[in-house]
């Protein structure tokens, strides 16, 4: 059984920075990612990470404002989120999957076996 296991949100200001961070447990080594939802809206893809550590995905509403990093010898990744803004405000969900190929990014929701609890996040303009 695999468990994700993430770290809980909080309150920024618009301009601030967070760190989320997240854990899988598990058999395997995984390419991870991260989600975020807001109240009815789809979950919508935010970044992600190959298994390798190597590859990298972002979503272009978060390019060059976060960073996805990765321990994959771990199953360890966190997500730096600098410059907030009060569209980033969501539900953050952190994703695990066993990939096919070490280097490959996914970006679907529907890519990923395995998720966390997700995290609130707030940003107060």
């Known amino acids: 059984q695999v468990q994700v296991t993430q770290s809980v949100g909080g309150l920024v200001q618009a301009g601030g920075s967070l760190r989320l961070s997240c854990a899988a447990s598990?058999?395997?080594?995984?390419?991870m990612g991260w989600f975020r939802q807001t109240l009815g809206k789809e979950r919508e893809f935010v970044a992600s990470?190959?298994?390798?550590?190597?590859?990298?995905a972002y979503a272009d509403s978060v390019r060059g404002r976060f960073t996805i990093s990765s321990d994959n010898g771990r199953n360890t990744v966190d997500l730096q989120m600098n410059s907030l803004d009060v569209d980033d405000a969501a539900t953050y969900y952190c994703?695990?999957?066993?990939?096919?190929?070490?280097?490959?990014?996914?970006?679907?929701?529907?890519?990923?076996?395995?998720w966390g609890q997700g995290a609130q996040i707030t940003v107060a303009s």
């Open positions: 598990g058999p395997s080594t995984y390419a």
């Open positions: 994703a695990a999957t066993a990939p096919r190929y070490t280097s490959t990014v996914y970006s679907r929701p529907s890519e990923f076996n395995y």
């Open positions: 990470i190959s298994e390798n550590g190597r590859r990298t």
